[in-house]
Structures are given as C-alpha cells and as structure tokens.
C-alpha cells in the first residue's frame, strides 16, 4: 500500500496532482465508439476511464416494466475487476447499485420520456479505470451515449464534483483527495436550462462551504459541457467529410 500524503495541497497552493485548487483534470471525451449499440461514448476524466453504450427506445421486456404512458430508462454502473488498485469482485456491489440508481435519476430529466411509450432504453457503464468521481464523469459519458442515440432531449447532462481538501474548497476531486479530504459534492447540471439534476454530499461542510463548493462544481460542469459538445459535432462532421469523399 502507498503511504498516504499528510497534506493534499502545498504550499504553493497547489495540489499532489500539480493543479490549482479551481482546476479541473483534463477530460477527453469521443462518441460513437461501439458500433453495435444505438448510441455511446468514452471519457477520460483524469485518470478515470469510462464507456457507456446506450440501447433503444426499443420494445421494452419484461414486459411487466412496460408503462403504458411513458419510455422507462435502465442503467448498470459496473467497475470492471481491474480498474483499481484493490481487485473489485465482478459481481455488483451495494455501492454500484446505488450509482447505477443515482446516475439514472440524474439522467432522467432530459429525457421526453412521456414520448415512447411502452419502450425501454437501457444503459451500461463501464468503468475500465477509476481515480475518483466516476458516478460524474459516467454521467457526462452516459448522456452523450443518449444523445447520439438520436434521443431528443431538454438538455445535455454534464456532471463534476467539488469537495473540501485542507480546509480549502476544490474542484474535481481524484481519488485520494476524495478517500482524505472532508468533503465531496457531486453535481450533475443541465446547462442551457441552469437546472441541477443531482446533488449529492459526503463528509462535513459549513453553509458558506456548501454554496462555494455548489458554485464551483457548475462552473466545473460548464468547462466540460463545452468539450461534450464538440465531441458530439467531431462525430457528425466526421460523418459529413465522409459522405463528401464517398
Ligand atoms: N474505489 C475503489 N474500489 C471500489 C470502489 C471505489 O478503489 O470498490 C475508488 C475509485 O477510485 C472511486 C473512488 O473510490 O472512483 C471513489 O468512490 P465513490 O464511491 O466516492 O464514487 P465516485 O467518486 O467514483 O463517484
């Protein structure tokens, strides 16, 4: 095991990964990368390594989950057994159930659910490296992987975190700031519509820290929603050059 680090921000003010307190990790995000799924999508979000790959609407079964007015969305958050340092048994745990459930619910607000009736879309993540706020980072992959499944929706869904490390408040915790730290708040946002479809908190923060964190977590999530949005044009231009030189 590697010894811990006594302190997570130096005296410079920088971080053990070299980054300010308000930066972000690099996030790269491409779509359209599983040809047998309707629509998907990987991110590298630091160190994280994620695809989601997205089925349907299609005829949704058992079909005793049908609903008559509306399309019901299925998500598996899964970590693959080597995607961190301790071997994760491949069967699901208690923890990627409640991802599974949390990144659901915060993906389920932009959807026009209510136009596909009797439907099902289901979406698997998989986790292929973990470093910290992979329920974000599945959820910025997961809602491009709906998006290029052709669903019409209000708005993308683009996810960060912000937390508290040496009493200071942080953007975009990795993983040991996450396990050290005080705190961490996962958000999921819908830029165009200024609305936040998750809030989550783990650990300690004072009003004043709460607000701050909020803050900086949707500025966070509209740096990455930028990128989310070109990875989704790179797809169709590619597409577009193409059809020009068939
Ligand atoms: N993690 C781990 N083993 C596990 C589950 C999680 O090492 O079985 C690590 C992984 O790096 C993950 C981090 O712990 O990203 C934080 O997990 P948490 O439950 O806080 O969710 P996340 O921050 O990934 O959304």
Redesign the pocket.
């Known amino acids: 095991m590697n010894e811990k680090p006594k302190k997570l921000i130096n005296k410079k003010g920088l971080r053990l990964d070299g980054r300010k307190p308000d930066e972000l990790r690099p996030v790269k995000l491409k779509v359209g990368i599983l040809p047998n799924a309707d629509g998907s999508a990987y991110i590298e979000h630091g160190k994280?390594k994620i695809l989601a790959g997205a089925f349907g609407p299609r005829e949704m079964h058992p079909k005793h989950l049908q609903r008559a007015d509306r399309m019901v969305l299925r998500c598996r958050y899964h970590?693959a057994p080597f995607?961190?340092?301790?071997r994760?048994s491949p069967a699901p745990?208690r923890?990627e159930n409640e991802?599974s459930k949390v990144i659901r619910d915060a993906l389920l607000p932009s959807l026009f659910v209510e136009n596909y009736p009797r439907t099902g879309v289901d979406l698997y993540i998989e986790?292929l490296q973990?470093?910290?706020?992979?329920?974000?980072?599945?959820i910025t992959a997961a809602s491009l992987a709906l998006a290029d499944a052709g669903l019409p929706m209000r708005d993308l869904i683009v996810a960060c975190?912000a937390g508290k490390v040496d009493n200071k408040i942080a953007l975009d915790?990795?993983?040991t700031e996450?396990?050290i730290g005080a705190a961490?708040v996962?958000v999921a946002y819908m830029p165009n519509l200024n609305a936040v479809t998750l809030l989550q908190m783990?650990g300690k923060l004072s009003p004043k820290e709460f607000d701050e964190a909020i803050k900086m977590a949707i500025e966070g999530c509209k740096k990455i929603y930028d990128i989310q949005k070109e990875a989704l044009k790179t797809k169709y231009k590619i597409i577009e050059q193409e059809e020009v030189e068939e």
């Open positions: 994280n970590m995607s961190v340092p301790e994760k745990s923890r991802l986790v973990a470093d910290g706020g992979t329920r974000c980072a599945s975190a915790l990795m993983d996450d396990k961490d996962p783990d």
